[in-house]
């Protein structure tokens, strides 16, 4: 049943419930909720979700490990689906086509980096999937573990024809995460390229990294992961805990890639810097990462951090994809398994990336 919502400027927008799953509280399980959902306003198109990919942001949210979370939460930014119905002045999509909807659904679109195809850096604050403020409702944003999702066409993505739809959705965080970091920095032939850690996001970097046409060295904590890290593209991989293999690159890579949000030592990582060399750090540890000074300073190497890329660059990886034929690795799982799959998330028992196939919350 549709319902008139007031909105910013003293505007109503009609709205209607749909179903989710979500937390109401960050030691509770993800359950079914209904939440509200607006009917497309000119300019918006309404998605039904198809896939959904699981991020591990989605944890930290739900379990409000990052601080910070408004319940009820529903998380879920890799979102595939079907274009259901469209605003009358929508002019990038129609009804019946595959759209793609990643980390933010909008920004302020009026500040220095918003101007410049900049928006995910927005000054004001970009409007993220889910747990940002909704300027159309009120309250706070739901993300993709739902039966829709209602978005502005300008932050909207299309999907190249031949990738497959469930491996496509996790390119929506874990590809631009990695993407655009290697796409900033440059990285290319005749270059050395090293990526930490083999997870969701590590292995999207390895299958970048590749296709862009660097040497691609993984180092990695476990030995079982060395065969498949070739089959990523890998040209070799370095085991971290080895002392005598982390000398075999050491002050010879280019670019480093640091994927692992558990803590470790980064002035490892560092050491295999070349000069001007530069480690780029998109995994999140919870705790900071001691840096010693002297990792950096002889070499005038850098130590910096990449978030996800702007509407136009998520695009570009899409299309790069499409035209490199790259996905991710995908483990499919019906959204009434999350809470499973969220300790199994935990554990890295996964290869490489939780897809959630929503039909299953539709007919249940």
């Not at 086509?97 to 410049?116: F, H, K, N, T, W």
């Not at 002297?294 to 570009?316: C, M, N, V």
């Amino acid at each position: 049943m549709e319902t008139a919502i007031a909105a910013e400027g003293g505007k109503t927008v009609d709205a209607r419930p749909v179903k989710a799953f979500g937390t109401e509280a960050a030691t509770a399980p993800l359950n079914q909720l209904n939440i509200q959902r607006r009917k497309p306003t000119p300019h918006d198109v309404e998605i039904e979700i198809l896939f959904c990919g699981v991020c591990h942001s989605d944890l930290h949210t739900a379990r409000n490990e990052w601080h910070g979370t408004v319940y009820p939460c529903v998380p879920g930014h890799e979102i595939v689906g079907r274009i259901v119905s469209v605003g009358n002045h929508v002019k990038k999509f129609k009804v019946g086509d595959i759209g793609a909807v990643g980390c933010m659904v909008d920004s302020c679109r009026e500040c220095d980096y918003c101007q410049e195809g900049l928006e995910q850096y927005c000054e004001v604050g970009n409007t993220l999937t889910y747990n940002s403020p909704d300027k159309f409702l009120g309250g706070h944003t739901f993300g993709g573990y739902s039966e829709s999702i209602t978005v502005d066409e300008n932050f909207v993505l299309k999907v190249p024809e031949n990738l497959d739809l469930a491996a496509t959705a996790p390119l929506l965080c874990a590809g631009i995460t990695t993407y655009s970091p290697l796409k900033h920095w440059k990285v290319g032939p005749g270059q050395k390229v090293g990526v930490v850690g083999i997870g969701g996001l590590g292995h999207m970097g390895v299958k970048f990294a590749k296709a862009m046409g660097a040497e691609v060295i993984v180092f990695t904590t476990s030995p079982s992961k060395v065969e498949d890290a070739k089959r990523l593209g890998a040209d070799d991989v370095v085991l971290s805990k080895d002392a005598a293999q982390m000398q075999r690159y050491a002050g010879k890579l280019h670019f480093v890639l640091d994927c692992v949000s558990a803590s470790h030592d980064i002035n490892e990582y560092l050491s295999q810097l070349r000069v001007d060399g530069t480690l780029a750090l998109v995994g999140a540890p919870e705790h900071p990462l001691p840096v010693a000074a002297f990792s950096l300073i002889p070499q005038r190497k850098s130590f910096a951090g990449s978030t996800i890329g702007s509407i136009a660059e998520t695009q570009e990886m899409l299309d790069f994809c499409g035209k490199h034929n790259i996905v991710s690795d995908i483990e499919m799982i019906n959204i009434q398994h999350i809470n499973q799959a969220y300790e199994r998330l935990v554990k890295g028992d996964v290869k490489y990336r939780f897809v959630i196939d929503m039909a299953s919350l539709k007919n249940s």
